[in-house]
């Protein structure tokens, strides 16, 4: 079992900046692949971002690419999202997921085998 707990999201002014943070228990983190992904009203869930376990490998939706950058601190047990340039179509609920039985778990949400809880990210304009 994982357990996933993000935090840091909130209210931003289109242009802000916002780190979300996702700390993980349970297993050894260094064992399994991580990934963001987001769910706006009305929308399916989409990719975000994805980080293999070592963290030397990483993916981003080209909706966010150039201004999202993901990492992980396998000595923290955390994934983090940097956000910067924030937009307003970028409002979702946020949720991080962890694949433990690949290496990458790339961009499918239903690679991934443990989900948080999700953490609101709205951007104003």
């Known amino acids: 079992q994982v357990q996933l707990v993000e935090s840091g999201g909130g209210l931003v002014q289109a242009g802000g900046s916002l780190r979300l943070s996702c700390a993980a228990s349970g297993r050894t983190f260094s064992g399994y692949a991580m990934g963001w992904f987001r769910q706006a009203p009305g929308k399916e869930r989409e990719f975000v971002a994805a980080i293999s376990w070592s963290g030397g490998r990483t993916y981003y939706a080209d909706s966010v690419k150039g201004r999202f950058t993901i990492s992980r601190d396998n000595a923290k047990n955390t994934v983090y999202l940097q956000m910067n340039s924030l937009k307003p179509e970028d409002t979702a609920v946020y949720y991080c997921?962890?694949?433990?039985?690949?290496?990458?778990?790339?961009?499918?949400?239903?690679?991934?085998?443990?989900w948080g809880q999700g953490a609101q990210v709205t951007v104003s304009s």
């Open positions: 997921a962890a694949d433990i039985d690949t290496y990458y778990g790339g961009t499918d949400y239903r690679n991934y085998d443990y």
